[in-house]
T-cell receptor, first 114, second 118 residues
Framework: DAKTTQPPSMDCAEGRAANLPCNHS???????VYWYRQIHSQGPQYIIH???NNETNEMASLIITEDRKSSTLILPHATLRDTAVYYC???????????????FGTGTLLAVQP | SAVISQKPSRDICQRGTSLTIQCQVD?????MFWYRQQPGQSLTLIAT?????????ESGFVIDKFPISRPNLTFSTLTVSNMSPEDSSIYLC???????????????FGPGTRLTVL
C-alpha cells in the first residue's frame, strides 16, 4: 500500500473547523483514501473514505485533490470529544481479498482546545 | 456496523507464560485481523485470521509466538506465547466484510486487550 504523510500534531479551537492534511503522492489508481481516528484507550473508529470524489457524511468531509496526491479531512465544528489521533490510510479494496487489511501510519494528534 | 468484544479487557502476566485473547463478533464476517499497539505507538498488523486455514502473518511476526485460531465466521483467538516485557501492548481484533452488507469498505475494531508483562 502507498505510504501517507501527516503532521504529527495540530491544535484547533472548539467550534471551529479542523482541517487535517494528508499526503499520499504515490497512491495508485485503484487505492482508496481512508480516515480513522483513535480516541485515547479505545479501538480505532472509521470516519470516511473516498476514491477521487469529495465525500461527506455525518462525521466529516473528505476533500481529495484532482491528482489524488493529497487529501484533507474536515471536521466542520470540532468539539472537545474530537480530540484523538487521526489516521490517513490508503489501500486497495478487493472483495474478500487479504489486501483489505489496513496499514496504519503514525497519524495526527488533534487537540481541540476550549 | 459490527459489535466486537474482546476477553480479557486487560491482564497482568508473568514472564514466560502465555495468554490467549478471544475476539467475538455479533455477526458473521469474512475478514478478521489482529493488531498490536505498543505504548505510545501506532497500530501494527500482526496477522490475518483465516477461517479453516493457517493465519497469514506480517513480516516480523511468526506463528510460534502468536498462534491464531479462527474456527468460524464470528470468533478468533490470538495467543501471545512465552511472554516477555516487550510484549506489553494493547492487542486489537478487527473485522471487515459483514455478511449481507457492503462493508468490505469498512473495518471495525474491538476495544482492545491491554497486556502488561512483568
Amino acid at each position: 500500500d502507498a505510504k501517507t504523510t501527516q503532521p504529527p500534531s495540530m491544535d484547533c479551537a472548539e467550534g471551529r473547523a479542523a482541517n487535517l492534511p494528508c499526503n499520499h503522492s504515490t497512491i495508485s489508481g485503484n487505492e482508496y483514501v481512508y480516515w480513522y481516528r483513535q480516541i485515547h484507550s479505545q479501538g480505532p473508529q472509521y470516519i470516511i473514505h473516498g476514491l477521487k470524489n469529495n465525500e461527506t457524511n455525518e462525521m466529516a468531509s473528505l476533500i481529495i485533490t484532482e491528482d489524488r496526491k493529497s487529501s484533507t479531512l474536515i471536521l466542520p465544528h470540532a468539539t472537545l470529544r474530537d480530540t484523538a489521533v487521526y489516521y490517513c490510510i490508503v489501500r486497495v479494496v478487493n472483495y474478500g481479498g487479504a489486501t483489505n487489511k489496513l496499514i496504519f501510519g503514525t497519524g495526527t494528534l488533534l487537540a481541540v482546545q476550549p | 456496523s459490527a459489535v466486537i468484544s474482546q476477553k480479557p479487557s486487560r491482564d497482568i502476566c508473568q514472564r514466560g507464560t502465555s495468554l490467549t485473547i478471544q475476539c467475538q463478533v455479533d455477526s458473521q464476517v469474512t475478514m478478521m485481523f489482529w493488531y498490536r499497539q505498543q505504548p505510545g505507538q501506532s497500530l501494527t498488523l500482526i496477522a490475518t485470521a483465516n477461517q479453516g486455514s493457517e493465519a497469514t502473518y506480517e513480516s516480523g511476526f511468526v506463528i510460534d509466538k502468536f498462534p491464531i485460531s479462527r474456527p468460524n465466521l464470528t470468533f478468533s483467538t490470538l495467543t501471545v506465547s512465552n511472554m516477555s516485557p516487550e510484549d506489553s501492548s494493547i492487542y486489537l481484533c478487527s473485522v471487515s466484510g459483514l455478511a449481507g452488507g457492503s462493508s468490505y469498505n469498512e473495518q471495525f475494531f474491538g476495544p482492545g486487550t491491554r497486556l502488561t508483562v512483568l
